[in-house]
T-cell receptor, first 114, second 110 residues
Framework: DAGITQSPRYKITETGRQVTLMCHQT?????MFWYRQDLGHGLRLIYY???????DKGEVPDGYVVSRSKTENFPLTLESATRSQTSVYFC?????????????FGPGTRLTVT | GQNIDQPTEMTATEGAIVQINCTYQ??????LFWYQQHAGEAPTFLSY????GLEEKGRFSSFLSRSKGYSYLLLKELQMKDSASYLC???????????FGAGTRLAVHP
């Protein structure tokens, strides 16, 4: 039972390049989320998805694109990477929209943009 | 607007009790979560409060006062493995938009 996985775990890319971070969950959870975590800011929501083909912006969506063609996958694409997008990216999922359901986080991807 | 405040760092002694405070301002409150995050790892769920009062779960308890926009996480019988960051998060305008505080880094020493 793999749960929620992210790939790659570490990535170094250059400014201006496109990069895609992958997220896969085996629970068939409806909701999936992308966060970035930076020192002093905590976790900030980039995008989330309520189901396949349904996505919505979070707090810091600029410069990012998401898609969700299958329930289990939620890739995050940086169309033209900038140094300010150097961060640790966490994917998360939750089963329903009930208020008490916690989010389950993947192990994170550490992205460095040079 | 939305704002969550937590102390940046705290230290405590093994076996002691520590209280980590969180104050928040949000436009659409639907509950407050506490997560634990060890260095280099993913956050993991600790507790959820939606009604005023204390929720106890083993060595960890969480308190909420909605009228004061205030919560605390109480850790008893501290162990070295409790050294981690503790993240306070509130729902904002729906169950899916979590606003996180910057986290409190707790160091437990012998």
């Amino acid at each position: 039972d793999a749960g929620i996985t992210q790939s790659p775990r570490y990535k170094i890319t250059e400014t201006g390049r496109q990069v895609t971070l992958m997220c896969h969950q085996t629970w068939s959870h409806s909701y999936m989320f992308w966060y970035r975590q930076d020192l002093g800011h905590g976790l900030r929501l980039i995008y989330y998805s309520a189901a396949a083909d349904i996505t919505d912006k979070g707090e810091v969506p600029d410069g990012y694109v998401v898609s969700r063609s299958k329930t289990e996958n939620f890739p995050l694409t940086l169309e033209s990477a900038t140094r300010s997008q150097t961060s640790v990216y966490f994917c998360a999922s939750r089963p329903t929209s009930g208020s008490a359901d916690e989010q389950y986080f993947g192990p994170g991807t550490r992205l460095t943009v040079t | 607007g939305q704002n969550i405040d937590q102390p940046t760092e705290m230290t405590a002694t093994e076996g002691a009790i520590v209280q980590i405070n969180c104050t928040y301002q949000t436009s659409g409150f639907n509950g407050l979560f506490w997560y634990q995050q060890h260095a280099g790892e993913a956050p993991t769920f600790l507790s959820y409060n939606v009604l005023d009062g204390l929720e106890e779960k083993g060595r960890f308890s969480s308190f909420l006062s909605r009228s004061k926009g205030y919560s605390y996480l109480l850790l008893k019988e501290l162990q070295m493995k409790d050294s981690a960051s503790y993240l306070c998060a509130v729902t904002d305008g729906g169950y899916n938009k979590l606003i996180f505080g910057a986290g409190t880094r707790l160091a437990v020493h012998p």
